[in-house]
């Protein structure tokens, strides 16, 4: 169900932002592993993709909203 578009989308983004801590040889800034994974990746593409097609079809608010954080263009 759309509840497991959500968990998924946060384990997602779990594994990315411990990649990115052991891919930088220092403490990432905020946002800064966030920012690479929406704005850089492929992963992020379509997070953005499927956020935006849950949101087209109408559905829930909670589902489509928490797939990309607010602050991620």
């Keep these: 169900g759309l ?6 989308a946060a384990d997602i983004r779990a594994y990315y ?6 891919l930088a040889d220092h403490v990432p800034a905020a946002r800064q592993a966030e920012s690479w994974l929406y704005q850089q990746t492929e992963t992020g593409r379509v997070l953005r993709d499927a956020q935006q097609a849950i949101r ?3 559905g829930p608010f909670p589902v489509w909203f928490y797939l990309r954080p607010m602050g991620q263009p």
Excluded: H, S, T
């Design 56 to 58: 087209d079809a109408g």
């Design 17 to 22: 932002e411990e990649a990115a801590a052991a």
């Design 3 to 8: 509840a497991n578009v959500m968990d998924a």
